[in-house]
C-alpha cells in the first residue's frame, strides 16, 4: 500500500458565476483556520476579482460546516514562520527575525495591512457565513460591506482569555455599538445569528439550506447598479467611518494588542498566554 501524501488542496477557491466572484476559502478539515497560505490566496483573489471587468461583486463564502474558526494557532499547516511575498506594506521579512519584531511585521502585513486593503476593494463584498465566525474569522466577515448569515452562524472573539484586547483589525466599536462590544469581549461568549442581526452587526438571517442561494440573489440584486455608483458609495460610507474614527482606531488598538503579545512573552509561556488550540476549547471557545 502507497503511503505517499497527495497534494494538499488550494486553500481558497475562485469562481465566476456571471457577475458575482465566488471566493471560497478551502481549510474545511480545519474550520478554515487561517495560515498564511490561505490569507495571501485569499488576496490573490481578491486582486482577481478587482481587475477582473466582468465582476460586479465579490462573495466571500468558507466551505463546510464553517466560516471560519480564526487564525491557524495550531494545525499541522500552520506557518507562521515562513516567509512569503509581502504585499500589503513595506515592513521587512519577519521569518529571521525574533521577538516583537518578527510578530509586529507579520501581524501588520497578513492582518492590519491586508484586512484594510481588503474593505477598500471598489466592488460591493458579501460575507456569506455559516456555523463559526470566530476572531479571525470577524476580521474576514467584517472587511465585507454585507453580512448574510446562516441561522447556526455564531461570532465570537475570545481572545481575551489569551490576555488580548481582542483581534488585530478591530472594527468592534464600529461593527457594534461599544457597551455590546465591551461584553463581547469581556465574556468571549458567542453572539448567535439572530443576536448579531439585532444590534446591526449583519444584514440577513436565513436558513441555512438557503445561503448560497440568497446570498448569491442579493448580490445579483446589487449587480443591476452601475459599477461607478457602487465604487463610489462603498467609498463614501467608508470614508464616514473613517470620520468616526475607525481607521484611527485600528492603528491604536494594533499597538495595544502586540503590547499584549509582549506581556504574555514576558510573564507566561509565549505569546498567547500559553493558550493554545486544546486550552481556547476548553476555556469555552
Known amino acids: 500500500m502507497s503511503t505517499a501524501r497527495t497534494a494538499p488542496e488550494e486553500p481558497v477557491r475562485y469562481e465566476r458565476r456571471g457577475p458575482v466572484a465566488v471566493v471560497t476559502m478551502n481549510r474545511p478539515e480545519y474550520r478554515n483556520a487561517q495560515n498564511s497560505a490561505m490569507t495571501y490566496a485569499l488576496d490573490h483573489a481578491f486582486y482577481r476579482a478587482a481587475e477582473d471587468d466582468a465582476v460586479k461583486v465579490v462573495v466571500l463564502a468558507g466551505e463546510g460546516r464553517h466560516f471560519s474558526a480564526g487564525h491557524d494557532i495550531g494545525t499541522p499547516e500552520r506557518d507562521a514562520h515562513l516567509p512569503f511575498e ?20 507579520r501581524e501588520s502585513e497578513v492582518y492590519l495591512g491586508m484586512c484594510r486593503r481588503w474593505r477598500e476593494l471598489p466592488k460591493p463584498s458579501i460575507a456569506s457565513v455559516q456555523g463559526a465566525c470566530v476572531a479571525g474569522g470577524l476580521m474576514l466577515a467584517w472587511v465585507c460591506d454585507l453580512i448574510v448569515a446562516s441561522e447556526d452562524a455564531f461570532f465570537a472573539d475570545p481572545v481575551v482569555r489569551m490576555g488580548i484586547p481582542g483581534v488585530e483589525y478591530f472594527a468592534h466599536p464600529w461593527a457594534m455599538p461599544p457597551r455590546i462590544a465591551k461584553e463581547f469581549l469581556y465574556t468571549g461568549d458567542r453572539m448567535s445569528a439572530c443576536r ?8 440577513r438571517v436565513v436558513p441555512g439550506a438557503e445561503l448560497t442561494d440568497r446570498t448569491m440573489e442579493l448580490a445579483e440584486r446589487i449587480c443591476e447598479m452601475p459599477r461607478m455608483g457602487l465604487a463610489l458609495t462603498k467609498r463614501a460610507v467608508n470614508q464616514a467611518e473613517d ?8 492603528d491604536s488598538v494594533f499597538g495595544l494588542h502586540h503590547l499584549a503579545h509582549a506581556h504574555n512573552a514576558e510573564t507566561s509561556a509565549d505569546p498567547l498566554g500559553g493558550m493554545d488550540v486544546r486550552a481556547m476549547k476548553k476555556a469555552g471557545s
Do not use: T
Open 196 to 203: 448579531a442581526y439585532e444590534i446591526g452587526m449583519i444584514n
Open 243 to 250: 470620520l468616526q474614527g475607525l481607521h484611527a482606531g485600528l
Open 86 to 105: 509581502r504585499r500589503a506594506g513595506l515592513w521587512w521579512d519577519h521569518s529571521d527575525k525574533q521577538g516583537a519584531e518578527s510578530r509586529f511585521a
